[in-house]
């Protein structure tokens, strides 16, 4: 059974940072595709950052520049460091993971093709 556990969420101003993980468990070999999508209320859940195995990484445009997404292999551990924040950043957050798959696949893929999810953290930027 794959289990993923996130870490990090919080409250902080607008410009500030903040570092988010997710440790993946129960799973012999680290996925093929991991990502971050995220979900602020009355939109739906969207990529926010991805990376294959390789460490081929993605981003949506309105993070590019700003978050950083990476990976411990060593410690089955995915980040997601996120600088500048905004208010419109606002949102909970989800680590996802896939195994078996493309990178094309781990790119372009939505939400709803991830079996495998993290239990979600709250990130909030106040103006």
């Known amino acids: 059974q794959v289990r993923l556990v996130e870490f990090g969420g919080g409250s902080v101003q607008a410009g500030g940072s903040l570092r988010l993980s997710c440790t993946v468990f129960?799973?012999?070999?680290?996925?093929?595709?991991m990502a971050w999508f995220r979900q602020a209320p009355g939109k739906e859940r969207a990529g926010v950052a991805r990376i294959s195995s390789g460490g081929t990484s993605s981003y949506a445009d309105s993070v590019k520049g700003r978050f950083t997404v990476s990976q411990d292999n060593a410690k089955n551990t995915l980040y997601l460091q996120m600088n500048s924040l905004k208010p419109e950043d606002t949102a909970m957050f989800y680590c996802a993971a896939a195994y078996d798959h493309s990178d094309s696949w781990c790119h372009d893929s939505q939400w709803q093709a991830f079996p495998y999810w993290g239990q979600g953290t709250q990130v909030t930027v106040s103006s």
């Open positions: 129960g799973y012999a070999y680290r996925p093929y595709c």
